[in-house]
Nanobody, 127 residues
Framework: QVQLVESGGGWVQPGGSMTLSCSAS????????MGWYRQTLGKQRELVAT???????EYGDSMQGRFTISRDRAKNTVYLQMISLKPEDTAVYYC?????????????????????WGQGTQVTISS
């Protein structure tokens, strides 16, 4: 019922910039939190940046400064602007969101919150 679709990945030379976007669609009642993680082979998925449940921005270790997260709440979309990219930024970038859906059955509204992941978008930094 909920989909996260990422776009904007690809290849860029060191020092370049790139912007990723992620849009949530489906039977969405409320987006509680939404942000970006990344993962390289053999490593755990790590936080890049996220909007928390209280609307604050949280950046992963060493992410602030070159990575900027923004959002369009009306479109349920988050963006990740990346500048001064380095080869070590090469990874699959995943969109993550905690979303509440509302269903109606038997005259009663029900609310269910779940965590969702996008399919991931590859970002490659190389010369």
């Amino acid at each position: 019922q909920v989909q996260l679709v990422e776009s904007g990945g690809g290849w860029v030379q060191p020092g370049g910039s790139m912007t990723l976007s992620c849009s949530a669609s489906g039977n969405i009642f409320n987006v509680i939190a939404m942000g970006w993680y990344r993962q390289t082979l053999g490593k755990q998925r790590e936080l890049v940046a996220t909007f928390t449940s209280i609307g604050e921005i949280e950046y992963g270790d060493s992410m602030q400064g070159r990575f900027t997260i923004s959002r369009d709440r009306a479109k349920n979309t988050v963006y990740l602007q990346m500048i001064s990219l380095k080869p070590e930024d090469t990874a699959v970038y995943y969109c993550n969101a905690d979303i509440t859906i509302r269903t109606f059955s038997g005259g009663i509204y029900s609310y269910t919150s779940n965590e969702h992941w996008g399919q991931g978008t590859q970002v490659t930094i190389s010369s």
